[in-house]
């Protein structure tokens, strides 16, 4: 063979089933009364990521960092500002109604509270079933056999079908949320904070479950939490959060690891060690996150970052490969000071 010959054409990489593309909320609060100035809460601010089938992507980091809200527009519960949120390779915000309401059938959510997310007038069966109802998928039948199958898949009794969410445990609850979000059989669902209203005996019940189904179902999960001990879990890959931002994307192992970004760092040195003989260095921070109607210059991070230098608060850092599927956005990691 020479060394001109033609070599043997690769396989195409597939096509994520999600993606998010420079993706921003803003929301508009009231103006100030002496300026009549209309101010924005920076929510989500050009944040990208994507997502392939049967894939679990973590996204971590504190209260008010943008988490939930990123949830909400990839369901298209809430329009985005600006950016492209793409399914199966189209822009869910571009869809015709009735495609959009195809589209609804991949697309479901778990929520935090489950006894919130459930109607206490209705039967557990007829909640479960409810998709199914709306959609007018099968016959009656074929629906409340599908019922049962799914209180099987969640390991609950076929009884509790006609029950009602008073009469459950939290876990029991949680349970049928989950169930009513498989029965439409989705691509992806978004798990926002599924386990944190739950006990903690109960908690890795429900990540096991979630798991599981995942395998069975080859569904994928934005799985959205400020645990990192359940992220690392359940996740193949995350992404750390602050202040609407993404900051470090990597594999799960990776991640915890060789982690890369200061805010990072800080958020895996307060995970909790159950030996009390081991000690560890904890990186503490300072002061509170900045407000997200008027962030920082710069790396939002800075404010609150131990090596921060001047370069830190002019320039934005972008999200940068350093390795195999690996993300930063760091001017101190990309110039190899960190």
């Known amino acids: 063979m020479t060394a001109d010959a033609v070599q043997a054409p690769t396989d195409p990489q597939p096509m994520p089933l999600l993606q998010v593309l420079g993706l921003h909320r803003y929301f508009r609060i009231k103006p100030q009364k002496l300026f009549g100035r209309h101010d924005n809460v920076q929510a989500v601010d050009g944040i990208s990521f994507s997502i392939n089938q049967g ?36 822009d869910i915000a571009t869809l015709e109604p009735e495609e959009w309401r195809a589209t609804r059938l991949d697309l479901q959510m778990i929520f935090q509270d489950p006894l919130s997310a459930l109607d206490p007038r209705m039967t557990i069966g007829a909640q479960i079933r409810e998709g199914l109802d709306i959609h007018e998928l099968g016959t009656i039948e074929e629906r409340n056999h599908k019922v049962e199958e799914m209180l099987d898949a969640v390991v609950l009794p076929r009884s509790l079908a006609q ?28 798990c926002d904070e599924p386990v944190s209203a739950l006990d903690v005996s109960v908690q890795a019940q429900i990540v096991n479950l979630l798991s599981d189904l995942q395998q069975r179902f080859n569904v994928a999960y934005l799985f959205i939490s400020h645990d990192l001990s359940v992220v690392r879990h359940i996740s193949g890959r995350i992404a750390v959060m602050y202040l609407g931002q993404i900051v470090e994307e990597a594999d799960r192992d990776d991640l915890f690891d060789h982690p890369r970004h200061p805010y990072t760092r800080a958020l895996l040195s307060a995970i909790p ?28 991070f800075h404010t609150r970052c131990p090596f921060a230098k001047p370069l830190c608060s002019e320039r934005v850092p972008a999200l940068k490969a350093i390795g195999s599927n690996h993300r930063v956005a760091c001017h101190l990691v990309e110039a190899g000071e960190l």
């Open 273 to 300: 060690v159950p030996d009390p003989r081991v000690k560890r260095d904890r990186m503490i921070l300072k002061g509170d996150p900045p407000s997200v109607i008027n962030p920082p210059s710069g790396c939002r």
């Open 163 to 190: 029950r009602y969410p008073h009469e459950l445990s939290g876990g029991q609850q949680q349970r049928v949320v989950i169930a009513r979000a498989l029965i439409l059989e989705p691509r992806l669902i978004v």
């Open 55 to 90: 894939e679990t992507l973590g996204l971590v980091g504190e209260s008010g960092c943008g988490k939930s809200t990123t949830g909400r527009l990839v369901l298209g519960i809430l329009p985005p500002t600006a950016g492209k949120i793409l399914f199966e390779g189209r």
